[in-house]
């Protein structure tokens, strides 16, 4: 029986086979495989057409909801603007309306000039650049054929593209890493530059022709990449590092962030400037033809390069690693490391580990430690959230895991942020980072509060203002007369404090400077408090970011209403001490708000702001108010799916790209706490969803262990 195909949703397409540099570190041109001599320098008008129409056809047979297709060489922009015009107009009218196109180019950066950016930004490709560190680094290997320094070129190639207009484009640098170079300065001068992202890549190797290792030292690239580690964590994480998320990720259960790590199925294929199809580009390094197919554009499909033998042993997850990677305990982060680096020349092949074994297993547990993630364990109380048993401990590990989420949104913000929009985020941001250094408690509420995420998402896509960061931080410091005032941003007539309340301001606009004596008086509308048991609530409704549920939100509440919230949340509370005694201590733990919603969500609360935050509609029947237990049912509910919400940012329970397992996990924990005890003649449907749900081919070994604990609730 045929296996079932793994999708290919990466396609790194080479347009250009040469280069204008002449690095010794190439694996492209210097290493084992030598086929770029023999291919023609640019690719065809056809075979681009070709590939989109193949990548089209492959999209739309399998339902991918997007695809990736990075333009690649050699240096791709020597392809020129009118080839490369043709590349991205081809791809994006090929995959119209049939899958989300991410284009990318990773480029030297030598040609990249505004001629360049402004076709990239009309076709919205993102650009990535390759860069050594600071000079003395990058000259090392990044040279013309002549011997001159590249270093300013590519410089002033991240000062064009680090401007307002093209910045959305950038999406980091990488950087080759070499053992002689001094880390600290390596990663100084790149941070400098402000990327989104910093991408340290190990030199490519095997074990006929392995890296560069100084005498005496047993883990040289292990060392090198803890001693940025510590200049990065040092200064506050400033920009996120690939390698290390995807470190800390794998250790908690989630993703890996880069190919080179964890168990992914390798989902990449790559089209040279003859229309063959090959594997990694990084399988150059092995010997020559490794990453040879025997397959072109014109006489074969995706589905059949992603059957070929070489595709497949990418696929396997653990159970395609050597029999030492299956039983070491750092496994699932490592992966094995980067499948190109385990060949060695004999019968093994690439059942071997890599060649970087001792640097990744030193690496992973020294990050391990440093974070305080045990290896193996994918979250404090993970199997008691999953069965309903959880005393309030995994709740607040999921706590730590939103401050963390939402700690790198906002570094990220503070990277991308153009100058013209910092003029509050500035002096606000400072003020954050005063907070971090002598009230982590303070820092703490800005980040757990339910609506920053919301805003924070939304910011970066430019859909809200980043003056916004000056309010939350406002909301923290003036109660706590830590400072004499704080410049916020005026809208609609008011300044927001969120969680706080709002200063009505007639008639002023812009920014005004409040004070802690402003937070009171005849102009001031707090949010008001609902202290139902052991809870402490806001009922908060003038928060601007609280619109994050499926569900108009409803304007200030009439004195009337708030007395109708005061009546039955006492009551639900009730029910729900009573009945689910471990649900309650989470949600003593955890819920923070209830934003008052004009219509029911879909049926249940959505908790748009993680389950610190949910979303409810009341609605008496006539002079009735509503059933207590029906609105304790939909609490329950609503918190469970923001748990589920929030767990999912930190471990990778299921391939997300399957729609059918998400929205099966989702309603089946949402409704088993509350099916036999609110609703009796749902429970046996729950318990045929929850079989259909453990027998899905998506779940990943973490998300089985979930349902099975699931399972065990029912």
Same mark, same amino acid.
């Given at each position: ?525 707090? *949010? +008001?408090?609902? !202290?139902? #048991?052991? =809870?402490?609530?806001? %009922? @908060?409704?003038?928060?601007? $970011? ?89 609490? *329950? +509910?609503?918190? !469970?799916? #923001?748990? =589920?919400?929030?767990? %999912? @940012?930190?471990?990778?329970? $299921? ?60």
């Amino acid at each position: 029986m045929t296996s079932p195909v793994v999708p290919l949703r990466q396609l790194v397409l080479k347009v250009h086979s040469r280069c204008d540099l002449a690095c010794r570190h190439c694996y492209v041109y210097e290493h084992a495989d030598q086929s770029w001599a023999s291919r023609p320098r640019v690719i065809s008008e056809e075979i681009v057409s070709r590939t989109a129409q193949r990548l089209a056809e492959h999209a739309e047979a399998h339902g991918l909801a997007s695809v990736q297709v990075i333009l690649h060489g050699g240096e791709p922009l020597l392809a020129g603007p009118s080839r490369l015009r043709y590349v991205c107009e081809q791809l994006r009218t090929a995959l119209d309306r049939v899958s989300d196109l991410e284009l990318r180019v990773h480029t030297n950066g030598l040609r990249l000039t505004e001629r360049y950016l402004d076709l990239f930004a009309e076709h919205d490709v993102r650009v990535g650049i390759s860069l050594d560190g600071d000079r003395a680094a990058n000259d090392r290997y990044r040279l013309h054929r002549d011997g001159r320094s590249s270093h300013a070129e590519v410089l002033a190639a991240i000062a064009r593209l680090g401007q307002d207009r093209y910045r959305h484009l950038f999406t980091g640098i990488l950087c080759t890493v070499d053992v002689r170079n001094d880390p600290v300065a390596v990663y100084d001068a790149l941070a400098g530059l402000r990327p989104p992202h910093i991408d340290f890549l190990l030199p490519h190797a095997t074990w006929d022709a392995p890296p560069l290792r100084p005498d005496g030292v047993a883990t040289p690239y292990a060392d090198w990449l803890l001693a940025v580690h510590d200049r990065w964590t040092g200064q506050g994480c400033p920009v996120p590092v690939r390698l290390f998320d995807s470190v800390i990720s794998t250790l908690g259960g989630g993703p890996a962030r880069t190919e080179s790590m964890g168990l992914e199925s390798a989902d990449v294929v790559v089209v040279e400037t003859d229309g063959t199809y090959e594997q990694a580009d990084s399988l150059k390094t092995a010997y020559d033809g490794a990453p040879v197919t025997g397959k072109n554009v014109f006489q074969h499909s995706l589905d059949e390069v992603s059957r070929h033998p070489g595709m497949t042993a990418r696929q396997q997850g653990i159970d395609g690693l050597s029999a030492v990677c299956r039983r070491c305990p750092v496994v699932r982060s490592c992966g094995g490391g980067l499948y190109a680096h385990r060949y060695r020349g004999d019968d093994s092949g690439f059942d071997n580990p890599s060649v970087y074994c001792a640097d990744l297993k030193r690496l992973v547990e020294s990050l391990g430690d440093r974070t305080g993630i045990d290896i193996g364990r994918p979250l404090d109380g993970f199997d008691a959230l999953a069965d309903g048993t959880d005393d309030g401990t995994a709740v607040r590990a999921l706590v730590e895991v939103r401050q963390g989420v939402t700690l790198g949104l906002l570094k990220e913000l503070n990277t991308e942020l153009p100058d013209s929009q910092r003029k509050l985020w500035n002096p606000a941001w400072q003020l954050a980072l005063d907070l971090q250094a002598c009230d982590e408690v303070q820092l703490a509420a800005l980040l757990v509060h339910p609506f920053t995420r919301p805003w924070a998402v939304r910011c970066l896509d430019g859909a809200a203002s980043p003056d916004h960061l000056a309010s939350l931080v406002a909301a923290m410091v003036l109660p706590t007369g830590m400072v004499d005032a704080v410049e916020v941003p005026v809208t609609n007539g008011f300044a927001e404090l969120p969680g706080a309340g709002r200063l009505h301001l007639e008639g002023v606009g812009g920014t005004v400077r409040l004070t802690p004596g402003d937070l009171g008086g005849p102009h001031w509308e707090p *949010v +008001r408090r609902l !202290r139902p #048991g052991r =809870l402490e609530l806001a %009922l @908060d409704d003038i928060d601007p $970011y609280r619109d994050c549920f499926d569900a108009p939100v409803k304007s200030r509440l009439t004195d009337h209403e708030v007395v109708l919230w005061r009546e039955v949340l006492p009551r639900a509370w009730d029910v729900i001490a009573e009945t689910l005694p471990g649900v309650a201590a989470g949600m003593t733990t955890g819920l923070r708000v209830l934003t008052p919603l004009a219509a029911p969500p879909g049926g249940h609360p959505i908790a748009g702001g993680g389950f610190a935050a949910l979303g409810l509609h009341l609605e008496a029947g006539g002079s009735h108010a509503p059933e207590p237990a029906r609105v304790a049912a939909d609490l *329950v +509910r609503g918190f !469970r799916l #923001g748990l =589920l919400d929030v767990l %999912l @940012d930190e471990c990778e329970l $299921y391939d997300e790209r399957d729609t059918r397992t998400g929205a099966l996990l989702a309603d089946i924990y949402g409704r088993v706490a509350t099916d036999t005890l609110f609703d009796t003649r749902s429970a046996v449907a729950t318990r045929a969803r929850w079989h259909e749900l453990s027998e899905s081919g998506s779940l990943t070994v973490l998300g089985r262990r979930f349902v099975q604990g699931v399972g065990r609730s029912l």
